[in-house]
């Protein structure tokens, strides 16, 4: 749907500029937008593969496991519903794990295999169950301790202290989290059945 509405905004935007007279400013704007592009994958591909390298290193050394693990005591007590040391737990661990670092790229593989680790224990295939709906608030508040990508951009545009905004990062994603924790626990006492 959204590839829709992004492919239907562009057509517009282009055929306005054919009718009004301004395909100079259309060339302009495509070899402009290119470069931009061109620009910001090459700064920030750098910070996200150094950070997928981390992330492989610590998959491969156990390490991933063991923060896994010590996350476990809270990931029980946010999904009940889910058997004590079933995979979708170290799934969802490791989910968040990776998103904390600021890899939501290296973070969707361990999300998928988690929902799909969860609808394998859900009753009801065609409802979400209540784990899979927590796992999505937990996943979209998107706890992030090193925001990896703000910080690429930062440096791209120039930044002098690229890393001032992580406190403030910080804190907006620990109010997200608990906020939408909240009232995720909220909605499931009200809409139990």
Not at 37 to 45: A, G, T, V
Not at 83 to 101: D, Q, R
Not at 102 to 131: C, Y
Request: proline share 4%; hydrophobic share 45%; with cysteine.
């Amino acid at each position: 749907m959204v590839n829709i509405i992004w492919l239907s905004m562009i057509l517009i935007g282009v055929i306005y500029g054919l009718f009004t007279g301004n395909i100079e400013t259309i060339n302009n704007t495509i070899i402009d937008s290119t470069k931009v592009s061109l620009d910001l994958f090459m700064k920030i591909f750098p910070v996200v593969a150094i950070w997928m390298g981390i992330m492989e290193i610590a998959e491969e050394s156990k390490l991933l496991q063991k923060l896994s693990n010590s996350l476990s005591p809270l990931l029980t007590k946010l999904f009940p519903e889910i058997p004590k040391g079933h995979e979708s737990l170290s799934y969802i661990a490791s989910n968040v794990i990776a998103n904390m670092f600021g890899l939501g790229s290296a973070a969707t593989p361990f999300g998928l295999k988690a929902m799909d680790s969860l609808q394998k224990l859900n009753k009801k295939k065609d409802t979400a169950s209540r784990s899979m709906i927590t796992f999505l608030v937990l996943n979209t508040s998107g706890v992030t301790i090193v925001p990896t990508t703000i910080i690429s951009l930062r440096l791209m545009y120039g930044s002098l202290e690229p890393t001032k905004i992580v406190g403030a990062c910080i804190i907006s994603t620990i109010c997200s989290t608990i906020g939408g924790l909240i009232v995720d626990r909220l909605l499931a006492r009200r809409y139990k059945n």
